[in-house]
């Protein structure tokens, strides 16, 4: 009899475990999040004066206790740091002296990397620039000067293997001692046309071997200007090219791959997609959405942005969840989103009173 009844409980326990509406990497089930908003000030305006724009574009967190927002700022020398409780702008100048513009990436809250570009005197060229955060101040990381142009994207594997890519085909590896320019990328054949431009979108991965890099190349045929994409992964030590928009019609300048090392992109009026190992494509949404951007925290928590109309959606592997309550937002743009796998944050811009802002979207 008392075997029967220990049987029975099992059961009832097993039930209720494939019943928990909870996230199993959070405590609360991400399509009941509640949402709040906060409006990023410049450090030179405290009292919230229109003088400045704040305009983010990135948003990463080592947690949701400790988030960077990169973007432009008026004052050219801000990013803004998220300690659980407020945003607070944070200034990078002297010592960086330039525009961490582009993504920010991490391990740890003393281990901290953000790119973008700096002028030089003499010339109008964007030529690279990366950041780092030691737990206390930014500072610049040493990059032989007047090298590469504008980065974009930043992505490591753990701290001493780093990628970082950007504007005419600028590639930058950083081993944990030194950042090297990487020049045996094999470039696509639409990139020698005279007056092409070709750069890396995104680079993404997980902790195994999976990690990709999306880039896009755009150029003169006729008198159309017409643009092409290519995905390549690395293996071998090497970057390998795998696919392109002329096979797949794909974009891939947003990418994420999840931790199980499924790949997934998006963008504007292309669907949500999934990448097989055949090296076909699933399509998971339909092409009416405009996606900005998409992160997750595993195949069963993905977090997909949408733009024109704002839209926020939720995939946890079977289905899409829309969060109705945000179609109102007064936004011109959503840029970013970032998860942790128990919150979730969003960058967009609104306009006030003829002024760019930034406005945070957090669900917790």
């Known amino acids: 009899m008392i075997k029967y009844i220990i049987y029975s409980l099992l059961v009832l326990l097993l039930i209720n475990a494939s019943c928990d509406p909870t996230n199993s990497e959070g405590d609360k089930n991400p399509r009941e999040y509640t949402f709040t908003f906060d409006t990023l000030v ?101 990059i032989p000067a007047e090298t590469g142009r504008e980065l974009l994207t930043i992505w490591g594997k753990n701290p001493n293997d780093i990628w970082a890519g950007g504007r005419e085909g600028t590639l930058f590896h950083y081993d944990g001692t030194e950042w090297k320019l990487y020049e045996d990328l094999e470039l696509p054949d639409k990139a020698s046309i005279p007056g092409s431009i070709f750069k890396i979108e995104a680079i993404a991965g997980n902790d195994s071997d999976d990690i990709y890099m999306g880039t896009i190349v755009f150029y003169d045929e006729g008198e159309y200007r017409l643009s092409s994409n290519y995905l390549y992964k690395y293996g071998n030590n090497r970057w390998n090219m795998i696919d392109s928009g002329f096979v797949t019609e794909k974009y891939f300048i947003n990418l994420w791959v999840s931790p199980e090392g499924n790949l997934y992109s998006g963008l504007g009026g292309w669907p949500f997609s999934k990448y097989n190992n055949d090296g076909s494509w699933t399509n998971l949404t339909d092409e009416d959405i405009l996606i900005s951007n998409i992160d997750g925290s595993s195949d069963e928590n993905i977090f997909v942005l949408a733009w024109n109309p704002f839209q926020l959606f939720h995939y946890n592997g079977i289905d899409f969840y829309e969060y109705e309550e945000l179609n109102d937002v007064d936004v011109t743009t959503v840029t970013d989103v970032w998860t942790d796998g128990n919150e979730v944050f969003v960058t967009g811009w609104f306009d006030h009173e003829g002024v760019t802002k930034t406005l945070i979207i957090h669900g917790e």
Do not use: C, K
């Not at 919230?48 to 050219?76: F, P, R």
């Not at 020398?77 to 330039?98: C, K, L, M, R």
């Open 42 to 142: 410049s450090i030179f305006r405290p009292n919230g004066s229109n003088a400045y724009q704040t305009i983010m574009n990135q948003i990463w967190g080592n947690s949701s206790n400790d988030v960077w927002a990169s973007g432009h700022v008026s004052s050219g020398d801000e990013i803004f740091h998220f300690n659980g409780i407020s945003w607070s702008p944070v200034q990078t100048s002297p010592s960086v002296y330039g525009w961490l513009e582009g993504e920010v990436y991490g391990f740890g809250p003393n281990n901290i990397w953000a790119i973008g570009s700096r002028g030089s005197y003499g010339d109008s060229i964007n030529y690279s620039l990366i950041g780092h955060y030691n737990g206390n101040n930014w500072e610049r990381a040493e």
